[in-house]
């Protein structure tokens, strides 16, 4: 990853919305390529808790754009990645 990127320490879990999976999050340092990171890193710990996403990080390159919006859009290889979000 880019030079900002450091490894989270921890990723944390919080109980999801009504019967929804849980929510995973962290804190990393800001810095190029550490959104990119961040989602790497929650992406491979979300495939432990929900199947669908194993392997995801083998479906093509990670992006990250923006929708209309302004939130956060993750494509795995041109896929639709889970729904993420940043705050600072």
């Known amino acids: 990853m880019g030079s900002g990127w450091s490894d989270p320490a921890?990723?944390?879990l919080a109980p999801g919305p009504?019967?929804?999976r849980p929510?995973?999050?962290?804190?990393?340092?800001?810095?190029?390529g550490s959104r990119e990171g961040v989602a790497a890193r929650?992406?491979?710990?979300?495939?432990?808790?929900?199947?669908e996403w194993t392997g995801a990080l083998e479906w093509g390159e990670l992006?990250?754009?923006?929708?209309?919006?302004?939130?956060?859009?993750?494509?795995?290889?041109?896929?639709?990645?889970p729904?993420?979000?940043?705050?600072r």
């Open 10 to 12: 921890e990723i944390c």
């Open 18 to 20: 009504g019967l929804g």
């Open 23 to 32: 929510v995973l999050y962290t804190g990393v340092a800001t810095g190029k």
């Open 42 to 51: 929650l992406i491979a710990v979300l495939a432990e808790t929900a199947p």
């Open 63 to 81: 992006t990250l754009g923006a929708g209309p919006l302004g939130q956060p859009l993750l494509r795995l290889g041109g896929r639709s990645g």
């Open 83 to 87: 729904s993420l979000s940043f705050s």
